[in-house]
Structure formats: structure tokens, C-alpha cells
């Protein structure tokens, strides 16, 4: 059983576009989302975590979370060409030591 | 040296081989672990060890075994793998295993394995 699935990509959008990025999840005791960027031939770094439902900015990027229908998202506003990279959503139900759930990722194009 | 490193960068193996694939972490961790990144599917978490003892295996075959020698290095050995075994193999370390405020993965650029 998947524990977390993300919507169908990969995306490529015009510079300056909005991306929306998606996963949805099947488990409810996920309290612990995140948001990893992996670039070409590169290790994933966290972008961005939040532990609640709602809202999370940060520059361009805001992340949003909704417990009750198990979807989060990600949002990249005057998307970038630096911003081409793979993104993947993970979530953990706390205090369980460490299971992080993936997502498969979702791969970015931003043209020029 | 900073952060996650991992060698080699690329490893090409064929299934009777023996090799190992090598990380080291220059944060000051007590966790690491194995993860497993194959096309079109999620990482994979492989191995985790807590202050270099093992506190997580998930159901990995044995032709994969990880030591954990200190808490700044972490091996996988490979023995007899199979051509489905091909993937990125990305080392992590993280400061503890219980997720506090902020608890995060930091990731090595992975080794690359083929097996033909």
C-alpha cells in the first residue's frame, strides 16, 4: 500500500509561471509534512517543513497543508530557471523515531 | 569537508562482484541511513543507525549489509546483486532520530550503481 501518492508530472512551465506541486497521503497520523528539492545529479535538501494545517511562506514558496483531505501542497510563485529540479513531498507521523514517507517526485522545467 | 560525502560517485558492478559503497558526515550527527532511489519510485529507506547501532532494517535482502563503525561513517557492502538493484543509493544523517522542531535529512549526491 502506498502511503504517499503525488500528482501525475513531470511539469514545464514559462518563466515567471506559478507551479503548483501535490501529494496527497493515505495515512492519518502524518503531523510532520515536507518539502525536499533535488537537483540534477544532486542529494535532496529540505525547501521547507510544517508540523500544522494551514500556510507556510517562505520567499517565493508557500506550503499548505490539509489534514482533512490528506493533501499538501506546494506553490512557487515567479518561478525561476534556478527552480528546474525534481521536488519531493515527505511526511512522518511523529515520534516514531524516524520514518520519513516519500513521495515519487515531481519534476520541475522552468524555461527560459 | 562539509556535509555528506559519498563515494564512489558511480559504481558499475557485475553480479558476482563484491564492493562497497562508502559515507562520511562532517555535521556532528548520531544518525545515518541508507535510502534507496529508483525511477518512478519513492526513496526507499533502507538502514538507520542511531549512535551506530542499527535500529532499522527494512526487509533489505541480505546481498545488502551495512556497518555503521562510528557515528561519522556508515558502509553498505554488496555481494552477488541482481540488474533490479541498479539505483542511487543516497546516505543521510540527521541530528538524532527523534524528530524534534525542524528535524531534518541531510542528504549525500549519492552513488550511482549499476549492475549488469
Known amino acids: 500500500q502506498k502511503e504517499v501518492e503525488k500528482d501525475p508530472g513531470p511539469l514545464s512551465v514559462p518563466e515567471g509561471a506559478i507551479v503548483s506541486l501535490n501529494c496527497t497521503y493515505s495515512n492519518s497520523a502524518f503531523q510532520y509534512f515536507m518539502w525536499y528539492r533535488q537537483y540534477s545529479r544532486k542529494g535532496p535538501e529540505l525547501l521547507m517543513y510544517?508540523?500544522?494545517?494551514g500556510n507556510k511562506e517562505d520567499g517565493r514558496f508557500t506550503a499548505q497543508v490539509d489534514k482533512s483531505s490528506k493533501y499538501i501542497s506546494l506553490f512557487i510563485r515567479d518561478s525561476q530557471p534556478s527552480d528546474s529540479a525534481t521536488y519531493l513531498c515527505?511526511?512522518?507521523?511523529?515520534?516514531?523515531?524516524?520514518?520519513?514517507?516519500f513521495g515519487t517526485g515531481t519534476s520541475l522545467t522552468v524555461i527560459p | 569537508e562539509t556535509g555528506v560525502t559519498q563515494t564512489p560517485r558511480h559504481l558499475v558492478m557485475g553480479m558476482t562482484n563484491k564492493k562497497s559503497l562508502k559515507c562520511e558526515q562532517h555535521?556532528?550527527?548520531?544518525?545515518m541511513y541508507w535510502y534507496k532511489q529508483s525511477a518512478k519510485k519513492p526513496l526507499e529507506l533502507m538502514f538507520v543507525?542511531?549512535?551506530?547501532?542499527?535500529?532499522e532494517n527494512n526487509s533489505v535482502p541480505s546481498r545488502f549489509s551495512p556497518e555503521c563503525p562510528n557515528s561519522s561513517h556508515l558502509f553498505l557492502h554488496l555481494h552477488t546483486l541482481q540488474p533490479e538493484d541498479s539505483a542511487l543509493y543516497l546516505c543521510?544523517?540527521?541530528?538524532?532520530?527523534?524528530?524534534?522542531?525542524?528535524?531534518?535529512?541531510?542528504f549525500g549526491e549519492g552513488s550511482r550503481l549499476t549492475v549488469l
Open positions: 555535521l556532528g550527527h548520531n544518525a
Open positions: 510544517t508540523y500544522s494545517s
Open positions: 515527505a511526511m512522518s507521523p511523529l515520534n516514531t523515531g524516524n520514518q520519513f514517507y
Open positions: 543521510a544523517s540527521s541530528q538524532d532520530t527523534a524528530y524534534a522542531e525542524g528535524g531534518e535529512l541531510f
Open positions: 543507525y542511531n549512535f551506530k547501532e542499527q535500529t
